[in-house]
Each structure stands twice: as structure tokens, then as C-alpha cells.
């Protein structure tokens, strides 16, 4: 007997616009009832209409362009910690760790950011001063639900 039954109610793609509209719509209804509100979206579960929320549409996530101090200072951080993105996210408020992955993947790895390539020269004296400065408590982070 195989436990591990594929979910064929469940969709792999990703979500549109409508559905973003629709998952907007029942969390401000709701609240965080992830069960609730997967329910009036056929095919997706509860982890996905979560893991969408928080990290792409809560009004606690920072969707803006990203500028360049913050692109000099993900590769400062990239130098120094490697590619742990949690530990990273704590110096971009408002930034998740997956839009943090995002933008070092599909647009500074390969662009000529290279960390091997990375030059503190760049990066601002201010800029590392004042974030090497700060502990994880001193950070202000509001997390969602």
C-alpha cells in the first residue's frame, strides 16, 4: 500500500492575477483561516494560498523596484554569508528571503555581480557601518501571520 497518494485536486502552476485578486479578497474576509480560504480556490491547498500571501501579496512585503544601494548591500551580505537567505532577509525589512533569492539569481549572479567579482570598494562605508552595526533585535521586521 503506497502512503504517499499524488494530490490530483492540487495545481502546479503559478498563481494569475485573478487568483491574487481572489486570494487578497478571502484573507481580508477570513483572516489567516488557510483552510477557509483554499476552499473557494479550486486547486490550490492551504500551504499554497499561504506561502502566496506571505510572501508576494501581504501589504507587509516590499514589492518595489530594487535600488542600488540595496543591490550593493545584498552582495556585501551574499560576500559574508553565502547564500543563506533567511539570515540575509533580516537587513532588507520587508523583503523575503524568496524575493531576496530571486534577485540575486535572475538578475546579479549573472550580470556581472559575480561574489567572487565583488569589489568593497563599492559598497559604502556608511552603508556597512551601519548594518554591521545593527543586531537582529535592533532590526525593525513586523512578521505576518
Known sequence: MDKMKP?????????????DYCLNYYYYLYGPKWT???????????RQCRE?????????????????????????????????WAQISVYFPGRTDSNIKN???????HNNFQKTEFNESLFANSYQEDFESKT????????GN
Open 36 to 46: 477557509m480560504i483554499a476552499s473557494h480556490m479550486p486547486g490550490r491547498s492551504p
Open 52 to 84: 502566496r500571501f506571505k510572501k508576494y501579496l501581504s501589504p507587509n512585503v516590499n514589492n518595489s523596484p530594487w535600488t542600488y544601494s540595496e543591490d550593493m548591500l545584498l552582495l556585501h551580505l551574499i560576500n559574508q554569508f553565502g547564500n543563506r
Open 7 to 19: 494530490k490530483t485536486d492540487v495545481v502546479r502552476k503559478h498563481f494569475d492575477k485573478y487568483e
Open 103 to 109: 534577485r540575486w539569481y535572475k538578475h546579479l549572479k
Open 136 to 143: 537582529h533585535d535592533e532590526i525593525d521586521i513586523t512578521w
